[in-house]
């Protein structure tokens, strides 16, 4: 598994020497997710041609959104070799919460709305983190637990209430719609945090040390990585862009009720995955990830265009993950057998 | 599942639960079973309805597919990997037998076929998770949508609901003017079976090996791979059981069948002390890790408490079943060293 | 390897065989659809007692609503009614459910109810089928089943109380739906489910009123697809419908998931006051819509309305003023007097229509 990882790893700095060729395969891997868009796209566009108008990329856009926010959020978790299943839930309790505050603080401007999203995901993602790193336990099953926790704690505050769109105040829900020089804020806001967590993982000793902790927690920690800070940081950083998911979630669809976000890990873990960040950390990057949850919503958007019946859409997503996992694994193999003709002194 | 541990398996986790296991009287499995018995007894005397035969009835009915697929998902465990699959190939051979009943093929033809499809789809994990070497956590979850997604392209949203009565009646019938459902026997049959071969035979004892050190495992001559791949069959052959009760109980096969049983399943599994790194974990534990859940939430609904309490349990059950013996180990652990220190300072 | 895997097949498939011989051992041989289809039927008669509309509705009866799930504001009002209901009667009430909507959930609580000997479950079924046997087995203890809002098979429930007739439902889509295009164009279906109950039949009274009234002879269906009763499956079908329809005339959503996603969508779109959108909606929901001018009118029965009188049914049953039987009549408090229909229905009334003049009047 960890054959994986070993390629990208960038804290050592002493794979550069097979960097040509890397770069190339990873090139290459986001290279056949833009390849694999431009197809669908281009088909579905030749079935009809309304697919790629204006209102419909927007669209398009507009529904990755979410997914993608999400999906970069899980990418920092999945490097260090983790894996978030709460986050449905906790989209979903950030949502009804952030509508509830607005309900009663009509006033509230959209940032500090931002701000209590992104609170109540940061605290759930503290307690992800708590468990995992203090109470030693794997953050599937961490995961799993406060999957059902936090889905728990939304039935207990929403009750059967429903949040419907004339209790928001209408400043956010324009928030929801409204665009600035054709572009939704609410794309703005996922581009911007993509781009804030790309750089944060390339350029900054913390980003990178998550890299370093999922190729090799060992070498990582006698490397003098601070383990335990690095991974409450993964986790809070991924439950809090969850919760700016569930404000934007509630400013798109204006309607909150206590199921918001059901399900939703299946779709994130999947752009993730397909998005060619390994599963079992060290590798990958948020733009892969957010080309993936792209892909996922293509698909999503393009079939009942295509007339192709919208039950195929899981079975789909499944062969698609299935797929990506093979595909990195032939690639990974490929790769280190090239590494080590390639420079003797690798190891 | 995460290896964030793994490499810390060999060199903590295993010799200190060897070392724990001479110093106390009772495992973690063991005192689940017992944990369970009290709470039975608890709830018989002060949930109203709770010890009565017909409640029992219900509750057998309600804990058979979740048993029945936590008996090859103990194994898959132990053995250091994981199957999310299982509801969904649940659901995957209900639209089957729904779609085989619709074209004409009789019953006694089409349950045997089931638990045949059921054992294919097990193999296709088993061919991804050994003869490519993916990760099993990955593959599981990719099945886990293809297998609800091919369960929706067979059956659509419609439902195949007319089978027989004799069988959906035997299949939630009790044992003539008993009060013992017709599955308890079967079950037991079926339970004893995987506990016999866990804990009895060299298979049970070459998956032991395989999950504790899958390396020393190889090498004293244990095939590795083939064996998980056998375990992932079994895991897919009884979803097809499952798929069958399932279909027959509810009289009805539809696509969403079982669906979100998986975490059910392994919250049952971990509950019953299976670690999740594999090498450890008892089949009367996971009896009793199943019992313990399926009882809970039945007594819980009779004392009409609200769903939301359900969810939070079910939850807080999953991670305390890991979170509780982690912490037992390190209070040892740490009461250990300080004995040790307290017997080094005299002679140093 | 593939020698000893041989041998391994050999062990591991008669097992795999033997446990589902298991379950075969029950039945003979050659079982299929065609043999059985003569003993399904499921129900197991009418009660043989009389009714007698004359008796008093029996005190201290304990009713339990069981909705599709509990968490969803359309059941909760519902319950509302029902639980105003039982409190006017002086019975024992009780609002208990799954908070998925899978019917297996549904079973474990119907198990629950008749364990605890509720005299009346009012059940907003999932699947028609599969909640059969747990019913029976409740009925079989003492326990009357009266569904509302979704059905389950006749022979499996006592009464039925329908929140409207199919036919106006449908009759009202299509004209509130030609009304707002001018009765002319084409016009498209947002519906929940594929195998929702309820939707297709309205789908179906749509279909035959443009097949067969002049009035919309110039109105085109042109498809009906799927919103699953989920926010972003319902955006992205709409999204679809319009795509592939450019010239598209209306949309009518039968559900009030898919009518206030379909209204979102809109609302933020260029599409916005294009192209009309009418079905069936909750006024809360929808008010904003309304308001911004997306949406002209809709309709939806009352909820509450319908809980109270499911309410009163159950008690009706209970105490033996009515059987389910054809014709029988009983009064509902306030509603004020029902008569049971064909099949052991009995039908709340006709919908409310709802737009800007009268939105404000209705808080549900």
């Known amino acids: 598994m960890t054959l994986l990882a070993q390629p990208t790893e960038p804290a050592t700095g002493r794979t550069r020497t097979g960097s040509t060729a890397l770069d190339l395969v990873l090139r290459f891997r986001a290279l056949g997710l833009v390849i694999a868009l431009a197809v669908l796209v281009a088909v579905t566009a030749a079935v009809n041609s309304r697919f790629v108008g204006q209102q419909?990329?927007?669209?398009?856009?507009?529904?990755?959104?979410?997914?993608?926010?999400?999906?970069?959020?899980?990418?920092?978790?999945?490097?260090?070799?983790?894996?978030?299943?709460?986050?449905?839930?906790?989209?979903?309790?950030?949502?009804?919460?952030?509508?509830?505050?607005?309900?009663?603080?009509?006033?509230?401007?959209?940032?500090?709305?931002?701000?209590?999203?992104?609170?109540?995901?940061?605290a759930c993602g503290l307690v992800n983190g708590v468990v995992i790193h203090v109470g030693k336990v794997p953050p599937l099953v961490a995961t799993l637990g406060t999957l059902y926790v936090f889905r728990g704690i939304v039935y207990f505050v929403a009750g059967g209430s429903r949040i419907n769109a004339s209790d928001m105040p209408p400043g956010f829900l324009d928030f929801g719609t409204a665009r600035f020089a054709g572009i939704p804020y609410l794309i703005m806001v996922s581009l911007v945090v993509l781009v804030l967590i790309g750089v944060f993982l390339s350029r900054y000793r913390a980003g990178r040390d998550m890299y370093a902790l999922g190729s090799s927690p060992e070498a990582a920690r006698l490397a003098g990585v601070p383990a335990g800070r690095r991974l409450l940081t993964a986790y809070v950083l991924c439950g809090a862009l969850a919760g700016l998911g569930g404000v934007l979630h509630a400013a798109r669809y204006g309607t909150v009720d206590a199921s918001a976000g059901s399900g939703l890990e299946l779709s994130v873990v999947a752009a993730v995955v397909v998005g060619g960040v390994a599963i079992f950390g060290g590798s990958g990057t948020v733009y892969g990830a957010a080309l993936g949850a792209l892909l996922l919503t293509v698909i999503s958007n393009a079939l009942p265009v295509l007339s192709i019946d919208q039950f195929w859409q899981q079975a789909i997503v499944g062969a698609l993950i299935l797929g990506a996992i093979g595909l990195d694994r032939f690639v990974g193999l490929r790769v280190a057998a090239s590494l080590r003709t390639k420079d003797s002194h690798v190891d | 599942?995460?290896?964030?541990?793994?490499?810390?398996?060999i060199t903590a986790t295993r010799p200190a639960s060897g070392r724990l296991r001479s110093g106390r009287l009772i495992g973690w499995d063991g005192a689940i079973v017992l944990v369970t018995l009290v709470f039975i007894a608890v709830a018989a005397v002060t949930v109203e309805h709770f010890g009565t035969s017909r409640n029992a009835g219900f509750l057998i009915l309600d804990l058979t597919p979740v048993l029945l697929l936590a008996l090859p998902m103990t194994l898959i465990i132990v053995t250091g990997e994981i199957d999310l699959s299982v509801a969904s190939m649940v659901g995957l051979t209900s639209s089957a037998m729904g779609v085989m009943w619709n074209n004409g093929l009789p019953l006694e033809t089409i349950m045997p076929l089931c638990v045949v499809i059921g054992a294919v789809l097990g193999a296709v994990n088993g061919i991804f998770v050994t003869a490519l070497g993916l990760p099993s956590l990955a593959v599981t979850i990719g099945t886990l949508a293809l297998y609800r997604g091919l369960a929706y392209v067979l059956l659509g949203d419609t439902a195949v609901a007319d089978y027989p009565r004799d069988f959906t009646s035997w299949t939630i019938g009790n044992i003539g003017a008993s009060s013992v459902p017709n599955v308890l026997i079967p079950l037991i049959v079926v339970s004893g079976i995987f506990a016999a071969a866990l804990h009895a035979t060299p298979v049970g004892r070459s998956v032991f090996a395989a999950g504790a050190n899958?390396?020393?495992?190889?090498?004293?001559?244990?095939?590795?791979g083939r064996l998980k791949f056998w375990l992932y069959v079994v895991s897919g052959a009884v979803a097809g059981l499952v798929g069958v009760f399932w279909t027959l109980r509810y009289s009805s096969a539809r696509a969403d069948n079982a669906a979100g049983l998986e975490l059910t399943v392994v919250a049952a599994v971990l509950l019953g002390g299976v670690s999740i790194f594999g090498g450890k974990g008892t089949l009367?534990?996971?009896?009793?890790?199943?019992?313990?859940?399926?009882?809970?939430?039945?007594?819980?609904?009779?004392?009409?408490?609200?769903?939301?309490?359900?969810?939070?349990?079910?939850?807080?059950?999953?991670?305390?079943?890991?979170?509780?013996?982690?912490?037992?180990?390190?209070?040892?652990?740490?009461?250990?060293?300080?004995?040790?220190?307290?017997?080094?300072?005299?002679?140093? | 390897m593939f020698a000893s895997r041989a041998r391994r097949t050999r062990a591991v498939v008669p097992v795999a065989l033997g446990l589902s011989l298991v379950l075969t051992v029950a039945a003979c041989g050659g079982t299929t659809q065609d043999s059985s289809n003569d003993d399904d039927g499921g129900g197991d008669g009418e009660s043989a007692a009389a009714a007698d509309p004359d008796a008093e509705f029996a005190p201290d009866l304990s009713i339990a609503m069981l909705p599709k799930s509990v968490n969803n504001p359309y059941f909760e009002a519902s319950s509302e009614?029902?639980?105003?209901?039982?409190?006017?009667?002086?019975?024992?009430?009780?609002?208990?459910?799954?908070?998925?909507?899978?019917?297996?959930?549904?079973?474990?609580?119907?198990?629950?109810?008749?364990?605890?000997?509720?005299?009346?479950?009012?059940?907003?079924?999932?699947?028609?089928?599969?909640?059969?046997?747990?019913?029976?087995?409740?009925?079989?203890?003492?326990?009357?089943?009266?569904?509302?809002?979704?059905?389950?098979?006749?022979?499996?429930?006592?009464?039925?109380?329908?929140?409207?007739?199919?036919?106006?439902?449908?009759?009202?889509?299509?004209?509130?739906?030609?009304?707002?295009?001018?009765?002319a164009g084409t016009v498209a279906i947002l519906s929940a489910t594929a195998n929702a109950t309820n939707q297709n039949a309205w789908i179906a009274v749509i279909e035959e009123e443009l097949a067969s009234n002049p009035d919309y002879a110039e109105i085109e269906l042109v498809g009906v697809v799927y919103g699953d009763d989920e926010d972003e499956k319902s955006f992205q079908e709409t999204q679809g419908l319009l795509q592939a329809n450019p010239d598209l005339g209306a949309?009518?959503?039968?559900?009030?998931?898919?009518?206030?996603?379909?209204?979102?969508?809109l609302s933020g779109s260029e599409f916005k006051g294009q192209v009309a959108l009418t079905g069936l909606g909750t006024p809360n929901q929808m008010r904003e819509f309304v308001k911004d001018g997306t949406v002209t009118e809709f309709a939806l029965w009352d909820p509450t309305a319908l809980g109270e009188l499911a309410a009163y049914t159950g008690a009706a049953i209970a105490s033996g003023i009515i059987t389910g039987a054809e014709g029988e009549t009983f009064t509902a408090g306030e509603l004020g007097e029902y008569t049971v229909g064909a099949d052991g229905v009995v039908t709340l009334g006709p919908p409310t229509r709802f737009n800007a003049d009268n939105i404000d009047d209705f808080d549900f």
């Open chain 1, 56 to 122: 419909s990329i927007r669209d398009l856009l507009l529904s990755a959104a979410i997914t993608m926010l999400l999906a970069v959020g899980m990418t920092v978790v999945v490097l260090t070799r983790g894996i978030d299943l709460s986050v449905g839930s906790v989209l979903g309790l950030s949502a009804y919460v952030t509508a509830d505050f607005l309900q009663s603080n009509a006033g509230t401007p959209v940032p500090v709305a931002m701000l209590v999203g992104l609170g109540v995901g940061a």
């Open chain 3, 251 to 265: 949309i009518i959503s039968p559900t009030t998931v898919g009518i206030a996603a379909a209204a979102r969508y």
């Open chain 3, 81 to 183: 009614g029902a639980q105003a209901a039982v409190d006017e009667l002086g019975g024992e009430y009780e609002y208990t459910g799954p908070s998925d909507t899978s019917a297996s959930s549904q079973v474990s609580y119907i198990n629950t109810l008749s364990q605890q000997s509720a005299d009346v479950i009012l059940l907003s079924a999932n699947d028609p089928n599969a909640l059969c046997s747990s019913l029976e087995q409740a009925r079989s203890a003492e326990t009357y089943v009266v569904t509302f809002d979704s059905d389950v098979d006749p022979g499996c429930r006592d009464v039925f109380v329908s929140q409207v007739d199919s036919d106006e439902v449908g009759r009202a889509l299509i004209e509130m739906a030609s009304e707002q295009i001018g009765g």
């Open chain 2, 284 to 348: 009367p534990g996971v009896v009793a890790g199943v019992v313990l859940l399926t009882s809970l939430q039945n007594a819980l609904r009779l004392a009409s408490v609200s769903t939301e309490a359900l969810t939070v349990v079910t939850g807080s059950l999953l991670i305390v079943s890991v979170l509780a013996p982690n912490v037992v180990t390190s209070a040892r652990a740490a009461l250990a060293r300080r004995r040790a220190r307290l017997r080094m300072t005299p002679t140093s």
């Open chain 2, 1 to 9: 599942m995460s290896t964030e541990t793994a490499p810390d398996r």
């Open chain 2, 214 to 224: 899958p390396t020393a495992a190889a090498f004293a001559g244990i095939p590795v």
